[in-house]
């Protein structure tokens, strides 16, 4: 984001308070009752909450979700705090007891509810950053190995780097933690592969090939076991 969208989005943020701070002090002056400035500071506290919102907001894929949903949450909160705060002030209560009783509810259950979707928002987005990791194996594994096809002269070891593919490219996404080990034997073995490959070493990379079909066998028969 450039600096001119940075200082515009500063300035939209700003109009409320400025409007609503002219308001306050214009109409009712500075005389007010302590339940009023109370009303006043719960009311900067809920828009400020709002303005929090993309820093309250856990960064993934679904960031975009995640802030509708902590927005939304903040947002009711300040709509219904700045009513109950302006009904507050207005009648500029001399007892602070049942304001404050009321202040407290409403702040305490949108806490509560905007903490309960945090806690949520970051198991989710824990889910997708490892679905996303496992997919991104399998994807970038294949896509090395198809990129090794048909390199060699000879039609026996460009079938088995074929049957390399085939198998990683049909295999699970899904993973484990048993599982993990494997695949980082495959992807350090598939390093290999693409050096014999390069140097032209057909005995080598069948070999390689052969040793990757295994630890992918073993690997997906740990992903399947942990089902």
Partial sequence: MNKKKIVLGILLDLVFLVVFNVCFFVIGGTDHSVAAWMAYGFIHFAYIMVLLTPVLTRKSSSAYIFGLTIGGISTTYFIIEFIVGIIFIVLNHDSIKVDLVVQIIIAGLYL???????????????????????????????????????????????????????????????????????????????????????????????KVAGEIVELMEERNRKVRSAR
């Fill in 112 to 206: 509560v509810t905007l903490l309960a979707n945090m806690i949520a928002n970051e198991t989710t987005a824990d889910n997708l950053a490892r679905h996303e990791d496992e997919v991104a194996f399998i994807k970038n594994t294949s896509s090395r190995v198809k990129a090794l096809m048909d390199k060699f002269d000879d039609k026996k070891a460009n079938k088995v780097i074929e049957q390399v593919y085939d198998l990683i490219h049909s295999s699970p996404s899904k993973s484990c933690v048993a599982a993990q080990s494997y695949e980082n034997d495959v992807v350090n073995k598939i390093g290999e592969l693409e050096s014999y490959v390069s140097a032209n070493d057909k005995d080598q990379a069948v």
